[in-house]
């Protein structure tokens, strides 16, 4: 079975980046990676490190974003968390060929991922992601 390397980033769903970045900072001594616009999402995302620890902080710039979405049906708070790992076109397959429902996949280039649908893994998305 292909295996999981680490997490890579816990996904957070908030309303307000800058705000979320300095109570973070405030509170941990987070370090701002890069803020950027996702334009294909939607969504402007800050990376902050929080030692060996990375958060994705994720703000809507549309009403109609997922993570618009998101926030509206749940609130604030806890979105994916991202998952390393060695041969995702595999663990893929394999996933599927277990029963999983994989969501919103691209499986060549060289950032490839896929998400594993929260009602196959109790409630939780899972963003597999394995980058050369």
């Known amino acids: 079975m292909s295996k ?6 816990v ?4 309303e307000s980046v800058d705000e979320a970045v300095a109570v973070f900072k405030k509170y941990f ?3 701002l990676v890069y803020k950027r ?8 995302s800050a990376m902050l490190s929080l030692g060996e620890c ?15 979405k998101h926030i509206k049906n749940r609130g604030q708070g806890l979105h994916h968390i991202s998952l ?9 397959a ?3 060929e277990k029963g999983a ?29 394995e980058k050369e």
């Open 94 to 96: 394999e996933l599927e």
């Open 29 to 31: 001594g987070g370090e």
């Open 11 to 14: 996904g957070v769903a908030v």
């Open 101 to 129: 429902v994989i969501i919103g996949k691209s499986l060549e280039g060289k950032n490839k991922f896929a998400f594993l649908h929260p009602k196959s893994a109790f409630g939780i998305l899972f963003e597999l992601s």
């Open 4 to 9: 999981v390397n680490e997490i890579a980033h």
């Open 37 to 44: 616009e996702v334009p294909d999402q939607k969504q402007i």
């Open 54 to 68: 990375n958060l994705e902080l994720m703000e809507p710039t549309d009403e109609n974003a997922v993570v618009a």
């Open 84 to 92: 390393k790992v060695k041969d995702l076109p595999g663990l893929v």
